[in-house]
């Protein structure tokens, strides 16, 4: 990993710049799947389970001829015989953790008289219909079927799906269908990529559209989200390869620091893992841990790639090192020194921050209870992670009784009337009107 020893702060912003991912042709290749789907529907779906997933021709119409995309009953009972009973303890643990700090989250409804006559409330409602995108591939993530699924069942929405690509013999990973159907999501199809978001975006024969899309995905599927939001379609959050930094002192334990950075590396040839610490000691011993631990892992290839692209900045101090965090803005933050509740206390920009040498990220990915699904690439700086916030919205109500209409009349006309806006005025005259024929002093 590339070292900066004391780099000058005029320099921090250019060091904390994210490796960019060569995107030339990426437009144009999403936009050509986004309009295929939109033209053709579960055609050109079934087409790209051919292409992308390499499904035999006529597969999926074979395993169910009524609706080939959905996964059938058949196949999510045969899914909860195919997953060992200690994982399903683990993702049955997973999920009280998850709950249990979700549920934390859930908001009341208000109401407050402003003025006499005038009563504003703020009423929280579910999202109607949400889409979950689910990767598949070498890693599929069932966890992540947890962290988007209970914030949304305890948010309350009533529709929702799932999307996840097919394997080659046109099934679902086992894990991710179990626990879907744990989280009461018991309608999911058979797409991946950017034809997935598609259609959950603008809706198929199969499937409906829907009003919010949730998910992590490659670069194909973070670039159809991003071009679906322009067509009107709510996303959870721009995002990009996944990152962690880990800020370490004198008192951090090296193997624990590689192990997370190594973690995290994990994720893909993009992903940036960085170490900022207090000396050039500290740099050494994490760096010798990681040639030590790399070579029992698999993976390699990927991780050595993950590795070029990372690196390690060396600062005086554990003030530069938060300020150098925040110009950074990670999504995820380990705190590796003395007294992490002191510095985290300081913390502005992250997507979630892991405090002391026993906090490790794979905790937050899977069990501690937070959520995994983060902004990345420096959203941090004004995007918050995925919570129940995250599937609803709020709407405010008004009530004016006549009294209350008299006494914010005047002012209501006065301001509209400096903005030129002599209907609005209108609107509250006319009422006044009426209220002096119906009752005059």
């Known amino acids: 990993m590339?070292?900066?020893?004391?780099p000058s702060p005029d320099k921090w912003e250019e060091?904390?710049?994210?490796?960019?991912?060569?995107?030339?042709?990426?437009?144009?290749?999403?936009g050509s799947i986004l309009s295929l789907v939109r033209n053709d529907g579960d055609k050109a779906l079934l087409d790209m389970a051919v292409r992308f997933d390499r499904v035999k021709?006529?597969?999926?119409?074979?395993?169910?001829?009524?609706?080939p995309l959905k996964v059938t009953e058949e196949e999510f009972a045969a899914a909860q015989g195919k997953v060992a009973p200690e994982v399903k303890a683990a993702i049955a643990k997973a999920k009280d953790n998850i709950e249990s700090f979700h549920t934390r989250q859930k908001a009341c409804d208000y109401s407050v008289e402003t003025v006499p006559g005038v009563v504003c409330s703020y009423k929280r409602v579910p999202i109607r219909r949400v889409g979950l995108y689910i990767p598949g591939g070498t890693a599929p993530l069932f966890s992540t079927v947890l962290m988007l699924a209970v914030p949304a069942q305890i948010a309350g929405c009533p529709d929702v799906i799932l999307c996840t690509p097919p394997r080659a013999d046109g099934s679902v990973d086992e894990h991710i269908l179990y626990t879907a159907k744990l989280c009461g999501i018991t309608t999911v199809y058979k797409c991946g990529g950017a034809g997935a978001i598609a259609a959950m975006a603008y809706g198929?024969?199969?499937?409906t559209k829907r009003d919010k899309i949730f998910g992590p995905g490659n670069h194909f599927v973070m670039k159809a989200k991003q071009m679906v939001q322009g067509d009107g379609v709510a996303i959870d959050m721009p995002a990009g390869p996944s990152e962690v930094m880990v800020l370490a002192d004198e008192t951090a334990v090296p193997a624990f620091v590689a192990a997370d950075l190594l973690s995290q590396a994990e994720h893909g040839?993009?992903?940036?893992?960085?170490?900022?610490?207090?000396?050039?000691?500290?740099?050494k011993?994490?760096?010798?841990?990681?040639?030590?631990?790399?070579?029992?892992?698999?993976?390699?290839?990927?991780?050595?790639k993950s590795l070029e692209g990372s690196f390690m900045c060396v600062l005086k101090d554990r003030d530069d090192m938060l300020s150098f965090a925040e110009?950074?803005?990670?999504?995820?933050?380990?705190?590796s020194v003395d007294d992490p509740s002191e510095l985290a206390s300081r913390v502005y920009r992250a997507g979630s921050v892991f405090l002391g040498n026993y906090s490790p990220e794979s905790a937050g990915d899977y069990a501690s209870g937070t959520n995994h699904t983060l902004p990345t690439s420096s959203w941090a700086r004004s995007f918050s992670g995925v919570g129940v916030e995250s599937f609803c919205r709020h709407i405010s109500f008004q009530g004016l009784s006549p009294e209350g209409l008299r006494g914010l009349s005047d002012t209501i006309r006065t301001m509209a009337d400096a903005e030129g806006l002599a209907a609005h005025s209108a609107a509250v005259t006319v009422r006044l009107s009426s209220l002096e024929e119906a009752c005059p002093e």
């Open 2 to 6: 590339k070292t900066y020893i004391q």
């Open 15 to 30: 060091i904390c710049r994210k490796r960019a991912v060569d995107e030339s042709g990426l437009q144009e290749k999403v």
């Open 57 to 67: 021709e006529g597969l999926l119409q074979q395993i169910n001829p009524d609706c």
């Open 204 to 207: 198929t024969e199969s499937i």
């Open 269 to 283: 040839v993009n992903s940036q893992a960085v170490l900022v610490c207090t000396s050039e000691g500290i740099a």
């Open 285 to 304: 011993a994490v760096q010798a841990e990681i040639d030590r631990q790399l070579r029992v892992l698999p993976r390699q290839e990927l991780l050595l």
């Open 327 to 335: 110009t950074y803005a990670p999504e995820h933050l380990i705190l």
